[in-house]
């Protein structure tokens, strides 16, 4: 009982939310508690159109149309994985600056030129050959990575008591993003062209920027924090704690593990081994970007009820890593195609992204001052994991010489065994980085 009339208050406070933001829209003026002026909710309101496209970027290239960019560009396995690390390198290594930035500057003197250089990038990658595929990309993850942390403070700043609900709105419009980049995208991409999709998500992206750069020009920048120093000692007092380094350890490999299924390798091995069409393929996926986008929202919900208890769910996710990926090296190995590996990687996505629970850890578990920059790190270990496991699952791929089939190549049992050996490896860290965490509990 206590869990649906959580479920209820959160509804309520989100239909609230929603309300006033359409109260807002028709003129009739903003509920102080949720944003102190309508400039601020245009302005988050195009923030978030440019959040929800850079999660578009993220997943949809190479992932949803794997195939189509080998057989285009003439790529092999390592040179398709390469366009999702190069993007996934870059944003992971500007987690550590972007913060830094955003405390001096402010969310909107980040976003303006950062957004800028993710649509020049989103722009120039579907006309592009060659060596500029991957400039392109490390464009657009470099522009990309400005946008989460940035809009995030400037929904903050617009917001007073009801600011968490506003935040999750934002966040679950991101989700939003990576679920259309699957099924959607690729029914997209069937009747225009994967160029022809990617131009057209271009020109949406180019357009909200165009929109935030007009309401931003009507209200004066926030004055610069001066006070605020560029110093990385925050970082490595955040490393030398044992605890910290194994949370780093089980959310950046536990994340990576189900991101490069989620934007690199998952949609490929289904319609390779497990015998999908591309667009059963993608549904799958956009079911597993669903699973996380609502999970995300209902274990911290749980955290609450068990009295904010963070280590019991870490643990959950490290055994459903291990657990999931050792079935499907299994499966792999006895040679089954089984379809159930799809309910597999929907296993894997309710445990995937443990951000609602580590991120109040790394804050129970960490001095005040430490809090932030101990977050940043934790997304730097992210995406730094999805590129190193977007790199090394090309590789694997490669081991084994593929076949081609109606144009396109198809990676055999061999190769896909390999991969998901390494990844089982792997989960076997989580597992085990999981069970050694300790929390210190809110009171």
């Known amino acids: 009982m206590r869990f649906f009339s959580a479920m209820k208050t ?32 245009r302005l988050i309101l195009c923030g978030t159109g440019l959040y929800f496209f850079a999660n578009i970027q993220r997943v949809a290239v190479p992932g949803a149309i794997f195939d189509l960019l080998q057989r285009d ?16 390198y870059v944003y992971a290594l500007n987690q550590l600056l972007i913060g830094l930035f955003v405390s001096r500057f402010g969310g909107r003197r980040v976003i303006l030129p950062g957004a800028f250089l993710f649509c020049l990038g989103s722009l120039c990658f579907p006309l592009s050959s060659g060596g500029w595929l991957y400039f392109s990309r490390a464009l657009t993850g470099f522009g990309a990575s400005s946008l989460y942390l940035a809009l995030i403070d400037e929904t903050i700043r617009a917001s007073r008591r009801n600011y968490a609900i506003a935040v999750s709105l934002v966040i679950t419009a991101g989700y939003a ?5 699957n099924a959607p995208f690729v029914a997209l991409v069937r009747a225009t062209g994967w160029q022809r999709a990617l131009l057209g998500v271009a020109a949406a992206t180019i357009l909200f920027y165009v929109l935030f750069v007009v309401f931003s020009s009507r ?21 030398g704690e044992r605890n910290n380094r ?15 299924i989620q934007t690199v390798i998952g ?23 669903l699973i996380s986008a609502v999970a995300g929202t209902l274990l911290a919900v749980l955290s609450r009820m068990t009295g904010n208890r963070r280590s019991v769910f870490c643990r959950v996710a490290g055994t459903v890593s291990l657990t999931v990926f050792a079935l499907i090296a299994l499966l792999l190995f006895f040679d089954i195609r089984s379809g159930w590996i799809a309910l597999l990687f929907c296993l894997l996505a309710a445990t995937g992204s443990m951000s609602s629970i580590v991120i109040p850890l790394l804050h129970d ?10 977050v940043c790190f934790m997304n730097f270990s992210f995406y730094l994991a999805v590129a190193f496991f977007g790199n090394l699952a090309g590789w694997l791929l490669k081991s084994f010489p593929p076949e081609s089939v109606g144009g396109a190549l198809v990676y055999s049992r061999s190769s896909y065994l390999a991969v998901f050996s390494v ?21």
Request: with cysteine; net charge positive.
């Open 246 to 260: 194994l949370v780093f350890l089980f959310s950046g490999i536990n994340f990576g593990l189900y991101y490069v």
């Open 365 to 374: 578990t960490n001095p005040r001052d430490l809090g932030g920059p101990a």
């Open 423 to 443: 990844l089982a490896f792997a989960s076997t860290a989580v597992f085990f980085c999981a069970m050694k965490l300790r929390e210190r509990r809110s009171p």
């Open 10 to 41: 959160s509804a309520r406070w989100c239909w609230r939310s929603i309300e006033m933001v359409f109260r807002t829209v028709r003129g009739g003026g903003a509920d102080p508690l949720v944003f102190r002026r309508r400039f601020f909710l």
């Open 267 to 289: 949609k490929k091995f289904l319609e390779d081994f497990c015998g999908f069409s591309s667009l059963h393929a993608a549904w799958i996926l956009s079911l597993t970007g």
């Open 177 to 181: 993003g990576g679920i259309v980049a």
């Open 73 to 88: 560009l003439h790529l092999s396995a390592p040179g398709v994985t390469a366009l999702g690390s190069v993007f996934m």
């Open 219 to 239: 209200r004066k920048l926030p004055p610069v924090r001066r006070d605020i120093p560029f110093r990385f000692t925050p970082f490595f007092q955040v490393l």
